[in-house]
């Protein structure tokens, strides 16, 4: 089917929005490195003439000027290609991937869009097990709820099954990945959103669909496999996601309109009896029906001992052990075989420091690289803690000793510098 022209130049602005975040999210990371450096500069220099700090804040507003100035016109540029590859109808579409900002990953949005009609369908479905002639309101819904909480605690584990089919195919067309690298995990990502275009999620539920769910069949028990499917799937989507997604099953005892859904009850000091479906929490706030749903109770309705939470926590340490066991052993390879190096090289404004490592640390792990510099003109010893791999310090330092600490352990110590003039 053809595509209309309104469709074309939607997509177009799409793209357009795509490149330019990256384009900006480019700029934001240069200026990051250009403040570090430049505090670095202010501490070891230990600035304190108000001429000298003037010329430093003249540095940098000339800097952020010059960057955006140079934004506007690769924004300007993309207009133009944009502009171009609409007039060129009879390119071929394919689902290359020829440069990072042709890159079409999925995003909070799509996270958003899936868990909206995920969660209506879900709000409807529950109305039906809603009985005003109950011997304890709220009861025969309350049964229905646990198996949606039980099942989103299950679609969460399972989504690794997802992970791994996806991976495994990644890895037989382009080759080995490491996905602790942001341009690659990026690939990664746009690459399954295209697989899944032109493919579907046949694949996904030849898998799901032998994950044995329930013991004894049940009227309801057809809506819920799609119900853990559709969640199994979101959930793998929300760990390829850019910006990403933050899943959350932690239960608080009073319910918060700020932070909680709860379509059952209305009113004020209502309790939580337990999470149905977790919380998506990107960029700084929830996605839309993105906040905890929750099953609530009064004083006089039905609600089931605190147990519960213990049953559903439960179906989530599994997956947790796991993660723990895979991170230890990692902890453990990086110990083992990680090199690291200091170079340092004279420049005009000072010396500059680059740290060479074999290999990158997975950003989920905590850790850093501490300087210790000796200041030449007052002997004075300093340690500087740092995430940056290059950066600048005054000419009058010299570097004694460096470290990696890695998860609150020094792993690497070494006083062995590499001197290039």
């Not at 309104?6 to 177009?12: A, D, H, M, S, V």
């Not at 869009?113 to 011997?135: A, D, P, S």
């Not at 839309?288 to 006089?300: A, D, E, I, L, R």
Request: proline letters at 1%; hydrophobic letters at 30%; a positive charge.
């Amino acid at each position: 089917m053809q595509t209309s022209k309104n469709e074309k130049t939607k997509q177009n602005e799409i793209l357009s929005m795509k490149h330019l975040n990256d384009l900006t999210d480019m700029a934001k990371m240069n200026l990051k490195d250009y403040i570090n450096n430049l505090c670095f500069k202010l501490i070891s220099y230990k600035v304190d003439k108000t001429k000298e700090i003037e010329n430093w804040k003249n540095d940098f507003l000339k800097k952020v000027n010059t960057d955006i100035d140079n934004l506007n016109i690769l924004i300007s540029d993309n207009k133009k290609h944009d502009n171009i590859n609409e007039n060129n109808n009879n390119i071929k579409k394919e689902y290359k991937i020829e440069s990072s900002n042709e890159i079409n990953t999925f995003t909070s949005k799509d996270i958003q869009e899936e868990n909206k009609e995920i969660t209506r369908n879900f709000q409807n479905e529950t109305y039906n097990y809603m009985n005003v002639n109950e011997k304890v309101e709220n009861e025969n819904v309350a049964l229905f709820l646990k198996e949606v909480a039980r099942l989103s605690r299950i679609s969460y584990n399972k989504k690794n099954l997802l992970f791994k089919l996806m991976k495994d195919k990644y890895i037989k067309q382009k080759g080995n990945i490491s996905l602790d690298n942001e341009n690659s995990k990026n690939e990664f990502s746009s690459w399954v959103k295209n697989f899944e275009k032109e493919n579907g999620n046949k694949e996904y539920l030849n898998i799901l669909n032998q994950i044995k769910l329930f013991e004894n069949n049940n009227k309801e028990q057809k809506y819920l496999e799609k119900l853990f499917s559709d969640l199994t799937i979101m959930y793998f989507h929300c760990d390829l996601s850019f910006p990403s997604i933050q899943i959350n099953f932690k239960k608080e005892n009073d319910f918060i309109s700020e932070k909680m859904i709860d379509f059952i009850n209305r009113g004020k000091n209502r309790k939580v009896n337990f999470i149905i479906l977790p919380s998506l929490f990107s960029n700084g706030n929830y996605l839309q029906n993105g906040k905890s749903w929750v099953f609530t109770y009064y004083k006089n309705t039905f609600k089931f001992d605190d147990t519960i939470n213990d049953t559903l926590n439960k179906l989530l340490e599994q997956d947790n052990k796991s993660t723990t066991s895979n991170t230890i052993k990692i902890i453990k390879y990086i110990k083992d075989n990680l090199k690291m190096d200091v170079i340092c090289k004279n420049k005009n404004q000072g010396k500059e420091i680059i740290v060479v490592t074999n290999f990158d640390i997975p950003k989920n792990l905590k850790y850093e690289y501490i300087f210790v510099f000796k200041n030449r003109s007052t002997n004075k010893i300093s340690d500087f803690p740092s995430l940056q791999k290059t950066f600048l310090i005054n000419k009058n330092y010299d570097i004694v000793e460096y470290r990696l600490k890695l998860e609150n352990e020094i792993i690497i110590k070494s006083n062995k510098i590499i001197y290039k003039y």
